[in-house]
């Protein structure tokens, strides 16, 4: 059984940090592209970050880009996003996500293979 669980969401100020965790599990995880995606209400989604290692890619939108760093532990299954400098418009909810494809302008967007249940990051102004 797949699954991937995150772990770290919640409430801070904005020009804060967090950390969000995700442990995957069920599927040969060196095979993926792991990364987050975000959904706030009456938003579209949006991939907010994304890491291969089949091709080394690491992708962010500008969105996030300079504030928003994701790694991945390839022994342990697990992928982390540390955001820094948060703004009230990064209130969302974060979902951890996998992928067969290979990390691209846009990822996280559209559909992917695998995707947690989310954990709620909630920036106040």
């Known amino acids: 059984e797949v699954q991937l669980v995150e772990s770290g969401g919640g409430l801070v100020q904005a020009g804060g940090s967090l950390r969000l965790s995700c442990a995957a599990s069920?599927?040969?995880?060196?095979?993926?592209?792991i990364g987050w995606f975000r959904q706030a209400p009456g938003k579209e989604r949006e991939g907010v970050s994304c890491?291969?290692?089949?091709?080394?890619?690491?992708y962010y939108p500008d969105s996030v880009k300079g504030r928003f760093t994701i790694s991945s532990d390839n022994a342990k299954n697990t992928v982390t996003l540390q955001m820094k400098s948060l703004k009230p418009e990064d209130t969302a909810v974060y979902h951890c996500?996998?992928?067969?494809?290979?990390?691209?302008?846009?990822?996280?967007?559209?559909?992917?293979?695998?995707w947690g249940k989310g954990t709620l990051v909630n920036v106040s102004s």
């Open positions: 069920g599927f040969t995880f060196d095979d993926y592209a």
């Open positions: 890491i291969s290692s089949s091709d080394g890619s690491i």
């Open positions: 996500a996998a992928d067969r494809s290979n990390c691209y302008t846009g990822w996280g967007q559209y559909d992917l293979d695998y």
